[in-house]
Nanobody, 119 residues
Framework: QVQLVESGGGLVQAGGSLRLFCAAF????????MGWYRQPPGNQRELVAT???????NYADSVKGRFTISRDNAKNTVYLQMNSLKPDDTAVYYC?????????????WGQGTQVTVSS
């Protein structure tokens, strides 16, 4: 079982920056693909960025060049650095841990942290 706790959300003006934190408890982050997803008001949850256990990263086109995902395996923590924020980035941001073995899938979510970008 993995527990994920997000923090770092808040209110920021357009063009500003925020850094989100995701602390993982109960398992080893390095074994999972860690990701950030977001759910804008009235919309479905969407991928923001992922960081695979092998080291590769993947970003949604809408955040490429502005957001950076990173992980500190020693601290069991994943980060999302968000720069040049836009009002369209307003959403609840969720941390995700995913792992698939031959026997089963493991898929865990945090409780979410609100990011609001004012124009």
């Amino acid at each position: 079982q993995v527990q994920l706790v997000e923090s770092g959300g808040g209110l920021v003006q357009a063009g500003g920056s925020l850094r989100l934190f995701c602390a993982a408890f109960g398992s080893i982050v390095s074994m999972y693909t860690m990701g950030w997803y977001r759910q804008p008001p009235g919309n479905q949850r969407e991928l923001v960025a992922t960081f695979a256990s092998g080291g590769s990263t993947n970003y949604a086109d809408s955040v490429k060049g502005r957001f950076t995902i990173s992980r500190d395996n020693a601290k069991n923590t994943v980060y999302l650095q968000m720069n040049s924020l836009k009002p369209d980035d307003t959403a609840v941001y969720y941390c995700n841990a995913y792992r698939r073995t031959w026997a089963r899938e493991y898929n865990y979510w945090g409780q979410g942290t609100q990011v609001t970008v004012s124009s």
